[in-house]
């Protein structure tokens, strides 16, 4: 069966047609399926619509002549191969067709018909080699110009004699500059090995090289095959000096940073269970973290897999247990569940928490004693005050009354020194009785317990010297008092302070004509100051100490009575507060009270 | 017409010396009665003991009481009398030396209808028991049927 081959003949003269025709038929190399066309364009519309496996092609046609017609249909129709006919004269014309890229040439009056048909079918078989050739040409050219490995080929001498584009990039240097150079890494035939290529002091590229011995062009050859691996290689880089940095962190700390497996097999420790806890960190590895603390505390440890921060005790090497603090939490890694677990040794920080403890428990417990002890006392001298209101003041009312009856009863018996020895018996009475009531005002300050609220000093003051003023109408007193001047503290004590203080202004101002009181406060670097002020008898700064004492009167009770209990009270008051109360004062020309409470 | 009686429960000697004149400068009609203890404030009171003879509709028209006192104290005396149906209508008028916040509470709410101290000067003293008598015997009005 013969292969059958579709030919276009584009031919003008219908004999020539017939002719070429007829010998084609006659060939026994192969069954010609003829298709023809007379002009070009008749040429070109059965080219659109029907395959040829070659060409017959006259030159000279009505509308296209000469070597002309072969240029265009090549140009058209590079697919097809084509075979020229050419005039007698014209060999020359044929050589050229071939050079245009024809197949081949037959001139016209010496055609045989065995050599027509061997010369299409040639034509045909050359054509389709010379198509594959070029096909698998073109592959191989893209795979290496497009590989992005760098392939380069050097003689034995190391001259290099082929680069692809990815070389030259590699290299960073042109096909025309690198052809020719000798390649400057080592040649050697063994496993590949990495080089590093220095394009520039801070532009380095490293690559893995293999090298392959060939045959090229009949000489042997070194086929270099580099694969750039810079990308690699530096993430590789960073990844080593992260971890680095990951590792030093992590053996430097003096925290134990561990990591277990869901067993609770250790799978890292580090270093500071072995200076710690003093573990061998290898034997380590035999053990499982949860065997090293405590039972009773791991118990109260919920969940490790959670986030959490718990306490807990683990035992050292030598046995002894030791305190931590710290949390743990469960990662996912290789598929795997592990825990990692960061804790800290407070065990001398448990030591000292358990001394404070211990201290404040002994503290406490001291303070429970020493109140009851207080209480007790207190217990003591309240039952001390009651006998003394009740059984001092007895005897002193049969004094003062028997006296009395025998003044009344006895009185023509009695002359009048006898009279005045009995008046003043009776006036000592009430004097006795007068300091015992002091002294029991003055017991119940320090035994009062202290309820602070805001107290308005000027509101007491105002509302006890108009009293007075009241009292003593007759006098003449100004009063300076500053508005709303408020304390913090014990409303009842405050009172019986201002009482005091202003009941000594009012008492040691009545011998002066005119007089002044005032209550003020100021601020200065201390704090705030409270002062009441008088323009009375005053008194001799070289006897201020004594003015707080119990008792102690700076004046004689015939010219200011009293009974010297009065500022020791203020003093008490001002005392039990925390705060502080000083004196200034000038002999008839007044006296300044001032405290300053915290 | 029998007159009721005022109860001084005092035992010291001195001061029921000195109530009895400060009494008797007073010109009530009311006699006084003294007892020197707790015990026998209780016994006159209830009738019992060395006073079962007494007529237990006799009640006195007032008390005075002292609040330290042998035996049984005042404020114990104070609460057996309000306990009693007899006595518990009875006014008690405190009157001791003591000003103790505690003693004053504490027989307020025991149920005096007074706390009245001591005066040491004596005129103060007679005045006292005058404004007392006064108070109690002719101003205030009682149940009619008391004791």
């Keep these: ?598 | 017409m029998f007159t009721k009686s005022i109860l001084l429960v005092e035992d010291n000697p001195d001061d029921e010396a000195l109530a009895l004149r400060a009494f008797g400068s007073s010109n009530f009609p009311h006699p006084l009665r003294v007892v020197h203890d707790g015990k026998e404030a209780i016994d006159y009171l209830l009738c019992t003991g060395g006073f079962s003879n007494r007529n237990p509709n006799e009640m006195p028209a007032l008390i005075m009481l002292d609040l330290k006192l042998p035996k049984v104290a005042g404020l114990k005396v104070l609460q057996v009398v309000r306990t009693h149906e007899r006595t518990k209508l009875v006014p008690v008028v405190i009157l001791t030396s003591s000003k103790e916040e505690k003693d004053v509470l504490n027989a307020y709410s025991l149920g005096a209808n007074s706390y009245i101290r001591k005066p040491i000067r004596f005129e103060e003293f007679v005045d006292t028991i005058k404004e007392i008598g006064k108070y109690w015997l002719r101003l205030n009005e009682l149940p009619q049927n008391l004791g």
């Excluded at chain 1, 038929?25 to 070009?40: G, M, N, Q, R, V």
Aim: net charge negative; aromatic share 10%; hydrophobic share 40%.
């Design chain 1, 1 to 598: 069966m013969f292969e059958q081959l579709q030919i276009l003949l584009v031919e003008d003269s219908p004999g020539d047609a017939r002719l070429i025709e007829e010998m084609l038929k006659e060939s026994h190399i192969a069954e010609f399926k003829i298709k023809k066309a007379k002009l070009k364009s008749e040429a070109f519309e059965l080219l659109k619509n029907y395959s040829f496996d070659a060409i017959l092609l006259d030159l000279n046609l009505p509308d296209s002549y000469g070597i002309e017609t072969c240029t265009t249909f090549v140009r058209e129709y590079p697919q097809i191969p084509i075979v020229v006919l050419t005039g007698n004269e014209s060999e020359q014309i044929g050589e050229e067709a071939l050079m245009l890229g024809a197949q081949d040439y037959l001139i016209k009056g010496q055609i045989d018909n065995r050599p027509l048909a061997r010369a299409l079918r040639f034509s045909i078989e050359r054509f389709r080699i010379q198509k594959r050739l070029q096909n698998s040409e073109t592959r191989f050219r893209i795979m290496i110009e497009k590989n992005d490995d760098s392939i380069i080929i050097t003689d034995k001498g190391g001259i290099i004699k082929f680069v692809n584009p990815a070389a030259e990039k590699l290299f960073n240097k042109s096909k025309e500059k690198l052809l020719g150079e000798k390649f400057e890494y080592p040649i050697t035939e063994e496993k590949p090995y990495e080089i590093l290529i220095t394009r520039n002091h801070d532009d380095k590229r490293y690559a893995d090289m293999r090298i392959v011995e060939i045959e090229w062009e009949n000489v042997p050859m070194n086929l270099l095959t580099l694969h750039d691996i810079t990308e690699r290689k530096t993430a590789e880089n960073l990844l080593r000096e992260s971890e680095e940095r990951f590792r030093l962190i992590s053996e430097n700390s003096l925290d134990l940073i561990s990591m277990v497996n869901e067993n609770g097999y250790f799978v890292y420790a580090s270093p500071s269970f072995e200076t710690l806890l003093e573990y061998p960190t290898r034997e380590l590895y035999k053990k499982r973290l949860f065997d090293l603390i405590n039972k009773e505390d791991l118990e109260k440890i919920p969940n490790w897999k959670n986030k959490l921060q718990s306490k807990f005790r683990i035992i050292d090497a030598k046995g002894f247990w030791r305190w931590m603090e710290g949390s743990s939490y469960t990662i996912l890694w290789k598929h795997q569940t592990f825990i990692i677990s960061v804790c800290r040794d407070i065990t001398e920080r448990i030591i000292a928490d358990n001394e404070i403890k211990k201290l404040n428990a002994e503290l406490e417990q001291r303070v429970v004693q020493r109140t009851a002890e207080l209480e007790a006392a207190n217990k003591e001298l309240e039952s001390f005050s009651f006998s003394v209101s009740h059984d001092l003041r007895a005897p002193l009312r049969s004094i003062d009354g028997f006296s009395k009856i025998l003044l009344e009863d006895y009185k023509d018996k009695l002359d009048s020194f006898g009279q005045d020895y009995l008046n003043r018996v009776r006036h000592a009475t009430i004097r006795m009785s007068n300091l015992i009531d002091d002294f029991l005002k003055l017991s119940r300050i320090t035994r009062i317990e202290l309820t602070r609220t805001n107290v308005n000093l000027s509101q007491i003051a105002l509302d006890y010297l108009n009293e007075q003023r009241k009292i003593n109408p007759e006098r003449n007193v100004k009063f300076i008092v500053s508005p709303d001047i408020y304390v913090y503290a014990d409303s009842q004590l405050m009172k019986i302070l201002m009482e005091n203080l202003l009941g000594n202004s009012w008492k040691f101002t009545r011998n002066h004509g005119e007089a002044v009181i005032e209550i003020g406060s100021y601020e200065n670097k201390d704090g705030k100051i409270f002062f009441i002020k008088d323009d009375g008898a005053g008194f001799d700064m070289a006897n201020a100490g004594k003015l707080f004492t119990p008792f102690e009167r700076l004046h004689s009770s015939s010219e200011y009575e009293g009974t010297g209990i009065g500022l020791a009270t203020v003093h008490r008051i001002i005392a039990r507060h925390g705060g502080r109360i000083w004196a200034e004062g000038e002999i008839e020309k007044g006296a300044k009270f001032s405290f300053i409470l915290p």
